[in-house]
């Protein structure tokens, strides 16, 4: 085995030592990953040099985001990008009857998610379209909504607050400019929100929002 193949295969071990799952779910996250690798060169869907670890970086980063919604089946993920979190969610949500809906603008991500979905075998429907013209239509149909290095706080309440207002589960990694961007977002905002660690170092932590309701002017 070579050394980068080594690097790899402990890489995989500490992730799912993290996040454990079943060796189905093993096999069709290593499907995802392998075909990651190969659009990479061409596509340039995650950063590069985070693939390295992207077992760690990307996958356990993906997976743990489950356990803190864990009654949820019907999952939202928006800006999807090369399909963190949400086809990693995907993957893990077809053992448990789920679903998850994707919203990407970014159309040659849109092929990749389709063709990695298909893939995998995954229950994942995928909209090539801007989050702010479709979130609200998702209201009634999802029970949990995430997004990943997407926006700030603020922003992101913008878009998902009619989700959040009506009995949505939020759950963001988030960096560790966490702090500010809850006193940014409780100007115009009050949220229903606990903060958990992370498991790994790609987020600082992870932010679960029960409810948002705006203050008056
Ligand atoms: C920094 S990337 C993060 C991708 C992925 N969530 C991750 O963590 O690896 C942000 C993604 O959101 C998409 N995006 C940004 N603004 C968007 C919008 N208004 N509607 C839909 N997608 C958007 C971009 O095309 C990009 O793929």
Request: with cysteine; glycine share 8%; hydrophobic share 45%.
């Amino acid at each position: 085995m070579s050394s980068v193949d080594k690097a790899d295969n402990s890489d995989r071990q500490h992730a799912f030592r993290l996040t454990p799952v079943s060796r189905e779910t093993q096999e069709r996250l290593a499907i995802l990953v392998a075909e990651l690798k190969r659009w990479q060169q061409a596509k340039n869907l995650v950063s590069g040099a985070t693939l390295d670890e992207v077992w760690t970086r990307h996958v356990a980063d993906s997976l743990q985001l489950l356990g803190h919604a864990p009654q949820a089946r019907r999952w939202l993920d928006l800006g999807s990008g090369g399909g963190f979190p949400g086809l990693v969610l995907g993957i893990r949500l077809a053992e448990l009857g789920g679903h998850i809906d994707l919203v990407e603008s970014n159309a040659r991500k849109c092929a990749f998610l389709r063709h990695a979905a298909r893939l995998t075998g995954s229950p994942v429907t995928v909209h090539n379209a801007r989050i702010e013209d479709v979130v609200d239509g998702f209201v009634g149909k999802v029970e949990a909504v995430t997004a990943r290095a997407l926006a700030p706080l603020p922003l992101l309440l913008d878009w998902c607050n009619e989700l959040l207002r009506t009995g949505v589960t939020g759950v963001f990694p988030k960096g560790q400019h966490l702090d500010a961007e809850l006193t940014a977002a409780a100007k115009y905002w009050k949220i229903q929100a606990t903060t958990f660690p992370s498991l790994t170092d790609s987020a600082a932590a992870i932010l679960v929002i029960g409810g948002v309701e705006k203050r008056a002017d």
